[in-house]
């Protein structure tokens, strides 16, 4: 495993680029992922990678074991499998699936741009690192059937978006199979023998070379851009087949400083520059056709203009199941996504394009997101959020959850004079809040949890929704009790029981019943704990599924037998048995049944 690191246009991408090129013609086996920063799906970049891997020779001999695993993460967690998938079944299989491979033939994955990556995404890379290095060490393989298996990251260290990607990093700096690699800006021989290569001329004056590497500091992108621009305005000119330079005109230039300027002075000329804009909006590979239909040119005058720009070497061609095209550099997306003034149109453009056809949900969000399409885009945003939930996602569902309540706020303040309109936003603004609150939780990221409970509980009595109102209580007594706030989490448990009670809803009582008895409990008052257990189980059918009372009869089995009262440990186990046995609940049943043993 290596990790190459390096700012924006140093080379990480060329170099991973000769890499590919390097392995393939020696017979290895290429898959590739991109980490991107807004509309990214549930362990992005490894779905782009899956669906290389389902192609290659031989893949689908493992299919039948592990065709599941990768069902679930090509279509977002709806092909199926129950909502909520095991997350370490899910990685473990897809890491078994890749080594499986590996062990048919050498195979290189390429991972770029992991500055962006998602925690999902970041532990599915060390599970597969994990395992790899398990099979490597272990004894039981003979050499020929060992995984070869070259694995090749890419990040900028200047735009990590969060801690995890240093945490992973720190984890394996000292491990014999990772090695990290820095690229440096090139020195002054360095960059005359780029600029020595791409004239292909056997010297370069040292004064010129120090020029350049005085406008761009030694970064390989901005030296061919500006060589590029030098070029075509002239002060490099060639001459009976020979390069000749200006120093008069270098001179009188005034060169642009920054590579987003060189960028724009670079593309400006261009007559293809549309076809970049719509490839900077789509923000991924795109075809042919889906490019006529965003710029309104036919296609063959778009595939005519695609070949004009792969010449030029702004954009890449990347063979599939089809053929598409994208931008060559991630930074060049970035200036001409910076350029336009028609952001919003253009976003909505791509999502009129998509709607209906076979991209992410959370591709189609991101779009009318940013288009801002009021309430249409809100549901997509949550249902790309709930995708990524049942894959185990939580942190990439939390983030478009994030997005979709900052688009609900912004909406209602527009619609405030719409009594309809309004209404509807508040009733998506406390769905959305109620899936990012369960996310939190997940995460343990229990005081921001409280904070949108907070909000939904406020969302609810807006919306008159009592039952809202007392799930909202409910949770904030669960918070403050996990928080070890028990006065507030007792506050907030009586709140929702007098809700409940008051509108005659059975499961908030329950709920609110079992809250308050795990408190007393944990202040060492089981009789009163049992007494409010005795009081929810009158509302056991309302409760569902009876896993939130055989672990409460569990815990109060488990507090008796601390007193060496196990008569009555044995009682309550049994009982917790026979809520298992009625739910058809296999996992509670076996922690009844173990306690039980004990």
Not at 237 to 261: K, N, Y
Not at 328 to 342: C, G, I, K, T
């Amino acid at each position: 495993l290596v990790f190459v690191r390096g700012e924006s246009g140093i080379g990480k991408t060329r170099l991973v680029r000769e890499l590919r090129r390097r392995v393939q013609l020696r017979g290895a086996e290429v898959v590739r992922g991109t980490c991107r920063k807004h509309q990214a799906r549930g362990y992005d970049p490894f779905v782009s990678v899956f669906q290389q891997v389902v192609q290659l020779e031989g893949a689908g001999a493992d299919l039948e074991q592990f065709g599941w695993a990768v069902s679930e993460l090509l279509t977002g967690g709806k092909s199926g499998e129950s909502r909520g998938v095991d997350r370490l079944r899910l990685v473990d299989s897809l890491a078994e699936l890749l080594i499986a491979q590996a062990t048919r033939q050498p195979l290189v994955l390429t991972l770029e741009n992991l500055q962006w990556a998602r925690e999902e995404t970041l532990e599915l890379l060390r599970h597969l690192y994990r395992t790899l290095i398990a099979v490597l060490t272990g004894s039981g393989a003979e050499p020929g059937e060992r995984p070869q298996l070259f694995i090749v990251c890419t990040y900028r260290p200047e735009e990590t978006r969060g801690p995890e990607l240093g945490q992973a990093l720190e984890a394996l700096r000292h491990d014999r199979f990772f090695e990290e690699m820095r690229l440096k800006p090139l020195g002054s021989d360095d960059t005359a023998e780029l600029i020595r290569s791409m004239l292909g001329v056997p010297s370069v004056p040292r004064p010129f070379v120090e020029r350049v590497m005085q406008e761009t500091r030694g970064n390989p992108l901005f030296v061919e851009l500006l060589m590029e621009e030098l070029v075509e305005r002239g002060v490099v000119d060639r001459a009976r087949g020979l390069w000749r330079l200006d120093p008069a005109r270098l001179d009188a230039l005034e060169l642009p400083t920054r590579v987003h300027d060189l960028v724009l002075s670079r593309l400006d000329r261009l007559p293809q520059r549309e076809l970049l804009e719509w490839l900077a909006v789509v923000d991924r590979a795109a075809d042919a056709s889906l490019l006529s239909e965003l710029s309104g040119a036919p296609e063959s005058a778009v595939d005519d203009g695609l070949n004009e720009l792969l010449r030029r070497h702004l954009v890449e061609r990347v063979e599939g199941a089809r053929v598409v095209y994208q931008l060559s550099h991630a930074r060049m997306r970035e200036v001409l996504y910076a350029s336009l003034e028609d952001r919003a149109s253009r976003h909505s453009a791509v999502a009129r394009a998509l709607r209906g056809g076979e991209a992410p949900t959370s591709e189609l969000a991101h779009h009318q997101l940013e288009a801002g399409l009021g309430l249409e885009a809100i549901k997509t945003a949550r249902s790309a959020a709930e995708r990524a939930a049942s894959l185990a996602a939580s942190e990439r569902a939390c983030e478009l959850f994030g997005r979709a309540l900052r688009a609900a706020h912004d909406q209602e303040a527009l619609a405030k004079d719409d009594p309809k309109a309004l209404q509807a936003l508040r009733e998506e603004r406390l769905a959305v809040l109620r899936g990012l609150v369960h996310e939190l939780t997940s995460l343990e990221r229990l005081d921001e949890a409280r904070v949108r409970t907070l909000e939904g509980l406020e969302a609810a009595r807006l919306l008159s929704d009592g039952q809202a109102e007392v799930a909202a209580l409910t949770h904030l007594g669960t918070l403050n009790a996990r928080l070890k706030e028990a006065d507030d989490a007792k506050r907030y448990f009586f709140e929702a029981l007098k809700q409940a009670e008051r509108i005659e809803y059975g499961k908030g009582i329950g709920f609110s019943l079992l809250g308050l008895g795990d408190l007393t409990m944990e202040e060492g008052h089981l009789e009163e704990a049992r007494v409010y257990l005795e009081r929810s189980l009158r509302f056991e059918e309302d409760l569902g599924d009876g896993r939130e009372i055989a672990s409460y009869l569990r815990a109060l089995a488990n507090a008796f037998r601390g007193q060496g009262r196990y008569e009555e440990a044995i009682e309550h186990c049994e009982r917790a048995l026979s809520v298992d046995e009625r739910a058809g609940d296999r996992v509670s049943q076996i922690q009844s049944l173990e306690l039980l043993a004990d």
